[in-house]
């Protein structure tokens, strides 16, 4: 659990400063709605979240890449 919390830990912190600043936080999230979005219309709708956990296994394997 340790080592998954660092690396996603890791993975936010964008510019490596030891910090998660808001900007890289919310850039990952916004990554992220953007890849269930697909219909663009700037709302998640279940059947778009349902189907991106589908085709991509959890949420954040994909989108916060």
């Known amino acids: 659990v340790r080592v ?3 690396e ?3 993975s936010l912190d964008s510019n490596k400063d030891g910090l998660i600043t ?6 990952r999230h916004i990554r992220l709605f953007t890849a269930i979005d ?3 219309d700037q ?3 279940p059947a ?3 189907s991106h956990t589908k085709n991509q ?8 890449q």
């Open 38 to 40: 697909t219909d663009q």
């Open 57 to 64: 296994g959890l949420l954040h394997m994909t989108a916060y």
């Open 22 to 27: 808001k900007d890289e936080y919310a850039g």
């Open 48 to 50: 778009e979240v349902l």
């Open 8 to 10: 996603n830990f890791a």
């Open 43 to 45: 709302r998640m709708s």
């Open 4 to 6: 998954m919390l660092e």
